[in-house]
């Protein structure tokens, strides 16, 4: 019996009944194998082995595109349990779960012996001859009594776990390769062979599945590229990272802390108070320049606020709470509901419009203390918040303006970034007919500023869509910072109004937006970004005077305080150590400028100037030098 069907260049094929996806794509191309790893039958990805359907279309997935590479982690993830399970016994290893994450994959698993880095070179070894005995990988379709006796067979309760929670109609597939089986969905590659580079990267405790009721398992983490150049350069930027690590960096440039008696809240230190002020006021210039007007709301309102603008039914479980008086109150996670009564304070008129309020606003959101990391994922953080009020008519107009805004500061960190438009989530709140509007505004404004962008379907906010924006640092890392959120909602929750030109009242519709994004997380960004090595006009301290002996002490005192005249953020090292050790210390805190005083120095009434990253030293007067830095400081080089 003949089938009929769609291939991949759009041409209908006919062919007999059960043949595979690995011989349609042969018909097509006599050196298919080179490069094709799976297939897709009418969108869904499945092995190469699959039978087509009649009328269905094929799909050819390529090794190098990232669904291919995704089969590819995932087949080194398994390569990776079988391994485990030769080096220290088949029954001794429960095996648990093996996905693909971001940058590789992982596999949880139970064993008696605690694994380390140590143990990993030998399972590499292990995992390399695998690959060169090149197992066919093979797909079994079973039924839920065959996979529960095969699994009992082979002693993994935590597989059977997994068995037992299926749904009933659920199609049970394993795959083998030599004498290792997994339960697993798939698709895989044809065989372990097509594995060409891999590295296993390090090992963790996790509890199985994520709860803490449960086991701890050991999961080991590994990735895998397609050649060993792209291996290479990926281990590079690893490398390079923890090297940028801010929790390193920030440790021994002395930005912050953190203590167990506030777990997952940063406690900023003076010179990481430097550089969170350094920001705000660079922000706050642009706010001025944009006829913003900051304004500041209470850390905790009553619950009663939350959930009239939404937030109880969205972030309850995120939120702290407390009582006073015997009335419920929250710590506010977000600064909007304190903006809309801001607000509501006044009567507004049309001609005011749009209204435009700021914040530098702390909020709290309690986050499982296996999630924290740093100042990356913190409890308690500061959002640069701002608000705007605005008249229908007014809001493309508006969107435009904050688009250029966070244009403009991005270019001074020196990111580039990508944008997004995030629609309707399925807990989204209002009617379609508001969002169909909302999103289409967004889309407007993103077009007509010829600005290339992806639609993210369904992450969008609870009360409105949203335009965020990804910056990539240094190491080519994206990160999601800045968002422009437009809500018709809490204008209608809070029952928000202007007087019109009418003399009628009217609903404004909010702009949410934040550039920065958390503050916080955005200092981590930047020491990650910089290397710790901050342009001068975020640096702590932007120069460091290095006396030769302590002769010269009294004339380092005089040029710092005239270097603080200047608006220079300057430090004397005082210490009774040899120049060459203060030269390094200075070179480790990454201080723009180091100026030495020595008796030719003190006697020549200037100073010896060396930058950072410059071997060579100059002679400068200190009037000259602070010029200089003031110059610099002044374009926010």
Known sequence: MEIHVVRPDGTNGRYMQGTTISQIAESVDANWKKTIVAGAINGTIT????????GSRIDMIALDSPEGLRIYRHSTAHVLAQAIKRLYGGKAVKLGIGPVIEGGFYYDMELAESLSTNDLEAIEQEMSRIIQENWPITRRVISREEAISLFTEREEPLKLELIQELPDDEV??????GEFIDLCRGPHLPSTGRIKSFKLLSVAGAYWRGDSNNPMLQRIYGTAFLTKTELANYLYQLDEAKKRDHRKLGKELELFMFSEEAPGMPFYLPKGMVLRTALENFSRELLNLNDYEEVRTPLMMNKRMWEQSGHWDHYKDNMYFTKVDEAEFALKPMNCPGHMLIFKNALRSYRELPIRLAEFGQVHRHELSGALG????????CQDDAHLFVRPDQIEAEIGKVMALIGEVYKVFGFSYSVELSTRPDDYMGSDDLWDA?????QNVLEAHGMHYRINEGDGAFYGPKID???????KRSWQCGTIQLDFQMPEKFDLSYIGEDNKKQRPVVIHRAVYGSLDRFIGILIE????????????????????????FDYALQVKAELIRAGVRVEVDARSEKLGNKIRIAQLEKVPYMIVVGKKEQLAGNVSVRKRGEADAAMMQVSDLAACILEKLHHRS
């Open 438 to 442: 909302a999103e289409q505004s967004l």
């Open 172 to 177: 049970i597939s394993i795959y083998e390769q």
């Open 47 to 54: 092995d190469l082995t699959e039978p087509a359907c009649d």
């Open 469 to 475: 924006f990804h910056i990539v640092d240094a190491l």
């Open 529 to 552: 970004h910089y290397s710790g090595a901050f342009p001068i006009w975020l640096a702590p301290v932007q120069a460091k005077i290095l006396p030769v002996s302590e002769y010269e």
């Open 374 to 381: 740093g100042m990356m994922r913190v409890r308690t953080f």
